[in-house]
């Protein structure tokens, strides 16, 4: 068991410097830019979603142990188009949210403020659910090995905590850090940087429910 733990966990690093990156990054960094103040806020967000996304993980795990690879895949697939439409819905709202700013105060009462720590949490669960092609191979691979329940969360739970450790842990920092410095100089950029990262989560947000079609 030790050994695919490692195994798993090596996975996980591949995968956080790859698929993952090119899969969430987009989506988290333009959130981060157009809400962080600073690289702890960056930070906080990229362990919020990405605890997020290893809960997530572990959710698949155990269905492909109980299921089956075959079932598992047939289960996510009739629900993927729900949460689809739903989790682009979602960041939609947060894009918009973000490219409003801070001109209506009122806002920030509602769970969809931009500022709200649950969004990036939101944000992982849908992209963990949402696994692409490379994914749902390590969990079938997953599913196939495990001896038991227990067996199957553990190399679920060592992998997401190998894709944690990745580049986007340092670029979501870095993206926290910047609207400061655009906003020092001049506040205008800053207003215009947070509207181009809304506009792009608006534009992925479409792009999640095109999928669904």
Do not use: H
Request: charged fraction near 10%; include cysteine; charge should be positive.
């Amino acid at each position: 068991m030790f050994r695919y733990i490692i195994t798993f966990f090596l996975l996980g690093l591949s995968f956080g410097a790859g698929p993952c990156l090119a899969a969430c990054g987009p989506l988290l960094i333009s959130y981060t830019a157009g809400t962080g103040k600073d690289v702890l806020k960056g930070l906080s967000a990229y362990i919020l979603f990405s605890l997020a996304r290893i809960s997530a993980y572990l959710m698949i795990g155990i269905f492909v142990f109980l299921l089956g690879k075959f079932l598992a895949a047939e289960y996510l697939g009739v629900i993927s188009k729900y949460i689809l439409i739903i989790g682009g819905i979602f960041v939609i709202s947060v894009g918009v949210l973000v490219i409003l700013g801070k001109r209506e105060k009122k806002r920030e009462r509602f769970c969809f403020s931009e500022k709200n720590r649950n969004v990036p949490l939101i944000l992982g669960l849908i992209i963990g659910i949402l696994p692409c092609a490379p994914l749902l191979a390590v969990f079938s691979y997953i599913g196939l090995i495990s001896k038991n329940w227990f067996s199957s969360l553990a190399y679920a739970f060592f992998f997401g905590i190998g894709t944690l450790i990745s580049p986007l842990l340092v670029l979501s920092g870095l993206a926290g850090l910047l609207p400061r410095l655009l906003a020092d100089k001049n506040p205008v950029y800053g207003r215009i940087f947070n509207c181009l990262c809304g506009g792009i989560m608006v534009f992925l947000g479409a792009q999640l429910i095109g999928r669904a079609f």
